[in-house]
Protein backbone atom coordinates (compact mmCIF):
# COMPACT_ATOMS: atom_id res chain seq x y z
CA UNK A 1 0.00 0.00 0.00
CA UNK A 2 1.30 3.13 -1.17
CA UNK A 3 1.73 6.05 1.42
CA UNK A 4 0.09 9.30 0.39
CA UNK A 5 1.62 12.20 1.65
CA UNK A 6 -0.74 15.47 1.96
CA UNK A 7 -0.10 19.38 2.33
CA UNK A 8 -1.76 21.84 4.52
CA UNK A 9 -4.21 23.01 2.40
CA UNK A 10 -5.83 19.27 1.64
CA UNK A 11 -5.46 18.43 5.58
CA UNK A 12 -7.77 21.98 6.06
CA UNK A 13 -10.07 21.07 3.18
CA UNK A 14 -10.37 16.97 4.26
CA UNK A 15 -10.83 17.95 8.06
CA UNK A 16 -12.79 21.13 7.77
CA UNK A 17 -10.55 22.18 10.71
CA UNK A 18 -8.31 25.80 10.04
CA UNK A 19 -4.51 25.69 10.19
CA UNK A 20 -4.66 26.92 13.74
CA UNK A 21 -7.13 24.34 14.92
CA UNK A 22 -4.93 21.93 13.27
CA UNK A 23 -1.83 22.70 15.08
CA UNK A 24 -3.59 23.42 18.66
CA UNK A 25 -4.84 20.09 18.05
CA UNK A 26 -1.27 18.65 17.47
CA UNK A 27 -0.21 20.49 20.65
CA UNK A 28 -3.29 18.72 22.59
CA UNK A 29 -1.83 15.44 21.14
CA UNK A 30 -5.34 15.03 19.40
CA UNK A 31 -4.57 15.22 15.89
CA UNK A 32 -1.62 13.53 13.97
CA UNK A 33 1.68 14.97 13.82
CA UNK A 34 2.81 16.32 10.77
CA UNK A 35 5.97 14.55 8.93
CA UNK A 36 9.31 16.86 8.27
CA UNK A 37 9.49 16.56 4.72
CA UNK A 38 12.40 19.46 3.79
CA UNK A 39 13.44 22.71 6.09
CA UNK A 40 10.25 24.49 6.16
CA UNK A 41 7.75 22.00 4.08
CA UNK A 42 5.64 19.14 6.34
CA UNK A 43 2.80 16.51 4.96
CA UNK A 44 0.51 14.34 6.91
CA UNK A 45 -0.06 10.74 6.34
CA UNK A 46 -3.84 10.36 4.05
CA UNK A 47 -4.07 7.40 5.87
CA UNK A 48 -3.59 8.92 9.32
CA UNK A 49 -6.17 11.84 8.58
CA UNK A 50 -8.56 9.28 7.65
CA UNK A 51 -8.35 7.47 10.71
CA UNK A 52 -8.75 10.91 12.76
CA UNK A 53 -11.73 11.27 10.76
CA UNK A 54 -13.07 7.59 11.30
CA UNK A 55 -12.54 8.06 15.40
CA UNK A 56 -14.22 11.84 15.09
CA UNK A 57 -17.47 9.88 13.74
CA UNK A 58 -17.26 6.91 16.08
CA UNK A 59 -17.56 9.20 18.92
CA UNK A 60 -20.12 11.65 17.37
CA UNK A 61 -22.03 8.76 16.75
CA UNK A 62 -21.77 7.27 20.15
CA UNK A 63 -22.34 10.80 21.79
CA UNK A 64 -25.44 10.85 19.82
CA UNK A 65 -26.67 7.71 21.29
CA UNK A 66 -25.77 8.44 24.64
CA UNK A 67 -28.16 12.10 24.48
CA UNK A 68 -30.53 9.61 23.05
Do not use: C
Not at 20 to 36: D, E, H, N, V
Amino acid sequence: MANKILRLPAVKTKTGLSRSTIYARISQGTFPSALTLGPNTVGWLEADVDAWIDKQIISSRRLQEQTA
